[in-house]
Nanobody, 123 residues
Framework: QVQLVESGGGLVQPGGSLRLSCAAS????????VGWFRQAPGKEREGVSS????????YYTDSVRGRFTISADKAKNTVYLQMNSLKPEDTAVYYC????????????????WGQGTQVTVSS
C-alpha cells in the first residue's frame, strides 16, 4: 500500500528556512517521481517542485526557483524540500505526491498524496 507522510511544517518568520520531508512507503523511489504542491486558502493547488528518481530531473515553479531545493535520500525512501528565504506568500498547506516515472508540476498527473503539512510565514 502506497503511503506518503509529510513532516517539517511550522511557523517561521519571513526570511527564515524550513525543511519538509516526505517519507514514502509501499514503493521505492527508483522509477517514481515525487512532487511538492501547496494550497493556500481560497486558491487552487499549485505545483512547487518535482523530482524524477529515474534520472534526477528536477522542476521548480518560477516563484520558488533559487529559494527552494528538492532532493531525495533513496536509502531512507524520503524526498525533501529545503525552503530558504521564505516569504509570507509561501504560506500554505504543503503536500507531497507520487507517480511512476514522469515528474511534473501538474497535480492531476499524480496518483498518491500525503495528508499535508502547514507552513506559515509570518512575523
Amino acid at each position: 500500500q502506497v503511503q506518503l507522510v509529510e513532516s517539517g511544517g511550522g511557523l517561521v518568520q519571513p526570511g527564515g528556512s524550513l525543511r519538509l520531508s516526505c517519507a514514502a512507503s509501499g514503493f521505492t523511489l527508483d522509477y517514481w517521481a515525487v512532487g511538492w504542491f501547496r494550497q493556500a486558502p481560497g486558491k487552487e493547488r499549485e505545483g512547487v517542485s518535482s523530482y524524477s528518481s529515474s534520472d534526477g530531473t528536477t522542476y521548480y515553479t518560477d516563484s520558488v526557483r533559487g529559494r527552494f531545493t528538492i532532493s531525495a535520500d533513496k536509502a531512507k525512501n524520503t524526498v525533501y524540500l529545503q525552503m530558504n528565504s521564505l516569504k509570507p506568500e509561501d504560506t500554505a498547506v504543503y503536500y507531497c505526491a507520487a507517480v511512476p516515472w514522469i515528474a511534473s508540476l501538474r497535480p492531476d498527473v499524480y496518483d498518491y498524496w500525503g495528508q499535508g503539512t502547514q507552513v506559515t510565514v509570518s512575523s
